[in-house]
């Protein structure tokens, strides 16, 4: 049987997916401990490098939206490969914390073009209006990315060591996935350079001003900040609370799950309904999984929750914009949105170790909970367009 386009595109994107968040934003949680007990970092300037890498990210994804909507995302993602490749190379031969920063400089030029946005910009350039079901599909490939990468890190560092799973992470791009890229997606005609206006180059005025796309932002940077939050701190947050440390990872490890769980009853739904509904879904999610925990009700339910709203947060933050923006801009809007995301995600648990070491861990769920109801007004105020748009039958 002939494998279909949408399955080779989604199954080529799927393991680029896998390795290069398996390489990048999930590195550390890795080989951080022996890397700093080699080189005698201290914790900040560690994790600083995963800081520094999405801010970069969020800097880089406008330029690489522009990129991907002018000739594709073939090229450019192998370039990201290439980005990632450079920057583990250099994190396993760095002596100085300036080449160990500086190589996160790379990697973040790599995160952008390599993961979430810089992928569904693909799939919007290749599949324009139809990309919802890929996109869907995609986001089941990189629900694996932690469940093969913690394991296969873990299994290197002990074998060759930390730099050696830097480089052994390397050679996976040069040798996989930047192969994947370049002929496992098609090929793009270059579309027209988009005009330049007062808005600059790149930028498109009609979504600029459209009071839907600063909502969403607002909402994306929101859901990113408070995810990367929490996957920085979840297990200092619940052994502080009195969980002991096995229940703390037990209750972690119920994400995961919930997450794939939620996106494959979004695929099998075969995109009958629209994104705003996925939207509300996972808004209504995050709220009663904070609600649940701050009111002290059984903490399992409320991170499996917590989870599937995640899940769907994944699928949405791409299907959403192409439904309401269309498929012309996709790839810009997309690098728009992602700035504040990355960034988001690089401030947010920065600020939140500096407010646990000021205030405790008290604020947490509270704050939390208050936090996501953001993305979910902001539900609630798009849906209730939709609903208004739609005709009645």
Not at 48 to 75: D, H, N, Q
Not at 214 to 241: D, K, N, P, Q
Request: some cysteine; charged content about 10%.
């Amino acid at each position: 049987m002939r494998v279909s386009e949408q399955t080779r595109v989604v199954s080529a994107l799927g393991l680029v997916q896998i390795f290069s968040w398996g390489s990048s934003f999930y590195l550390l949680a890795v080989i951080s401990d022996p890397l700093r007990a080699e080189t005698g970092w201290s914790t900040g300037l560690v994790t600083g490098g995963i800081s520094m890498g999405l801010l970069v990210s969020g800097l880089s994804a406008v330029v690489v939206g522009r990129l991907i909507e002018a000739f594709g995302g073939r090229k450019v993602m192998a370039s990201g490969m290439g980005l990632l490749a450079a920057g583990l190379v250099t994190i396993a031969l760095a002596q100085h914390p300036a080449a160990y920063l500086g190589a996160w400089v790379l990697m973040g030029m790599g995160m952008a073009a390599g993961l979430y946005d810089a992928a569904f910009a693909t799939l919007g350039r290749i599949f324009g209006v139809q990309a919802r079901a890929p996109i869907t599909a995609l986001t089941l490939w990189g629900g694996f990315a932690s469940t093969v990468c913690w394991p296969l890190s873990a299994f290197l560092v002990e074998w060759i060591g930390w730099r050696g799973t830097c480089l052994t992470y390397a050679g996976i791009h040069l040798l996989v996935t930047a192969p994947v890229c370049l002929f496992g997606l098609p090929r793009a005609n270059p579309l027209p350079k988009p005009a330049t206006g007062k808005d600059g180059p790149g930028r498109d005025p009609s979504v600029l001003a459209d009071p839907r796309f600063w909502m969403i932002a607002l909402a994306m940077t929101v859901t990113a900040g408070v995810a990367a939050f929490w996957s920085v701190h979840l297990i200092t947050i619940l052994t502080s609370e009195g969980a002991t440390l096995a229940a703390a990872v037990a209750l972690g490890a119920v994400i995961g799950p919930s997450q794939v769980g939620a996106r494959v009853v979004e695929m099998l739904g075969r995109g009958r309904h629209h994104p705003v509904w996925t939207f509300v879904a996972y808004a209504v999610f995050a709220v009663t999984g904070f609600g649940m925990l701050w009111a002290g009700l059984p903490a399992t339910l409320a991170f499996i929750a917590y989870g599937a709203g995640n899940g769907l947060w994944s699928i949405a933050r791409g299907a959403l914009p192409l439904s309401i923006f269309g498929p012309d801009t996709y790839a810009r809007t997309v690098g728009m949105l992602a700035l504040p995301v990355f960034a988001a995600s690089a401030v947010f648990p920065l600020a939140g170790a500096a407010a646990i070491d000021r205030f405790g861990t008290g604020w947490a769920v509270p704050g939390s909970f208050v936090a996501v109801l953001v993305p979910f007004t902001v539900a609630m105020i798009l849906l209730r367009g939709h609903l208004r748009a739609t005709p009645v039958r």
